[in-house]
């Protein structure tokens, strides 16, 4: 693979998805029947996904379990777009809840240009996974959080960058505080290709690092080697565990009903079988 980004290296890029696989940490861990009902699962909306959708018991259990692991990657993907910048020249990220908080730092002594012209020398980054994870309070703090930015240095921008925007956009951002409709040009909301378009000079930054991405996580998980793969047990543990079960065709819809029922009436009885 020829390196095409310029703005970062291919050991740095190849380290920084190296150390945001391991964020997953726990995640990677194989599941089995008491990991998987650790929360108790629900019975009656499994078999209805199963049925409805028309999939096996295999595929139905695999669904639930990468359910079970997406539910809290979200926050190891925010890992890996916050702090790709440490890498990139001019930007800085502060270690978590230093440096007012901010996710990453730009500062540019030979100026930057904001769209409707405006020069300032530092852009201060509140970074979001997704445009609609901010509910109107949340907006609400982070706004006057940058308009108190604005007040302590009036030669800067600050920005919410949004990884997954509505669309491509570096606009002057518009909310709610205390039911009256805000904005400021120098409070902008921005989708992360702008950004990384500003930070790097070039257009196309993040659409090039988005086509070597696939090719370097792989490279990562293959240098690991089964350290990475879970061997998920749940399926078979399932139907072992409802084995003795008279109607051959009921075993698995039985051994679900366990998971959440075991005690109820009626099930309690097949518990003790």
Same mark, same amino acid.
């Given at each position: 693979m020829t390196w095409d980004l310029s703005f970062i290296t291919e050991e740095d890029f190849t380290k920084h998805v190296q150390d945001t696989i391991e964020k997953y940490g726990d995640k990677l861990k194989s599941f089995d029947v008491q990991r998987f009902n650790k929360n108790i699962i629900d019975p009656v909306k499994l078999i209805f996904d199963k049925t409805v959708y028309q999939a096996d018991w295999k595929e139905t259990i695999? /669904?639930?379990?990468?359910r079970q692991r997406d539910k809290s990657n979200n926050?190891? +993907?925010?890992? %890996?777009?916050?702090? #790709?910048?440490?890498?990139?020249d001019?930007? @800085?990220v502060p270690d978590n809840g230093t440096e007012g908080g901010w996710d990453v730092i730009y500062k540019n002594p030979e100026g930057i240009i904001?769209?409707?012209?405006?020069c300032v020398h530092t852009v201060y980054v509140e970074m979001?996974?997704?445009?609609?994870?901010?509910?109107?309070?949340?907006? !609400?703090?982070? %706004? #006057?959080?940058?308009? /108190? *930015?604005? $007040?302590?240095?009036? =030669?800067?921008a600050c920005f919410l960058v949004e990884a997954i925007a509505k669309k491509s956009q570096n606009i002057k951002w518009e909310t709610t505080v205390?039911? *009256?409709?805000?904005? @400021?040009? $120098?409070?902008?909301r921005v989708s992360i290709d702008k950004f990384y378009e500003l930070v790097t000079g070039q257009e196309d930054a993040f659409f090039k690092l988005c086509m070597v991405l696939p090719t370097v +996580? *792989?490279?990562?998980?293959? /240098?690991?080697?089964?350290? $990475?793969?879970?061997? =998920?047990?749940v399926y078979d543990e399932l139907r072992l565990a409802a084995s003795n079960v008279e109607d051959k065709d009921m075993i698995?819809? +039985?051994?679900?009903?366990?998971?959440?029922?075991?005690?109820? /009436? !009626?099930?309690?009885? $097949?518990?003790? *079988?």
């Amino acid at each position: 693979m020829t390196w095409d980004l310029s703005f970062i290296t291919e050991e740095d890029f190849t380290k920084h998805v190296q150390d945001t696989i391991e964020k997953y940490g726990d995640k990677l861990k194989s599941f089995d029947v008491q990991r998987f009902n650790k929360n108790i699962i629900d019975p009656v909306k499994l078999i209805f996904d199963k049925t409805v959708y028309q999939a096996d018991w295999k595929e139905t259990i695999s /669904n639930e379990i990468f359910r079970q692991r997406d539910k809290s990657n979200n926050n190891d +993907i925010g890992y %890996f777009h916050q702090r #790709i910048f440490q890498y990139i020249d001019k930007c @800085h990220v502060p270690d978590n809840g230093t440096e007012g908080g901010w996710d990453v730092i730009y500062k540019n002594p030979e100026g930057i240009i904001l769209p409707d012209g405006s020069c300032v020398h530092t852009v201060y980054v509140e970074m979001k996974n997704k445009h609609n994870t901010m509910n109107s309070s949340a907006a !609400g703090k982070t %706004f #006057i959080k940058m308009q /108190n *930015q604005l $007040l302590k240095d009036d =030669d800067c921008a600050c920005f919410l960058v949004e990884a997954i925007a509505k669309k491509s956009q570096n606009i002057k951002w518009e909310t709610t505080v205390d039911g *009256q409709r805000v904005g @400021h040009k $120098l409070i902008r909301r921005v989708s992360i290709d702008k950004f990384y378009e500003l930070v790097t000079g070039q257009e196309d930054a993040f659409f090039k690092l988005c086509m070597v991405l696939p090719t370097v +996580i *792989q490279k990562v998980v293959d /240098n690991n080697g089964n350290n $990475l793969v879970p061997h =998920d047990t749940v399926y078979d543990e399932l139907r072992l565990a409802a084995s003795n079960v008279e109607d051959k065709d009921m075993i698995m819809e +039985i051994a679900i009903f366990m998971l959440g029922f075991s005690t109820y /009436n !009626g099930f309690s009885k $097949l518990a003790k *079988q």
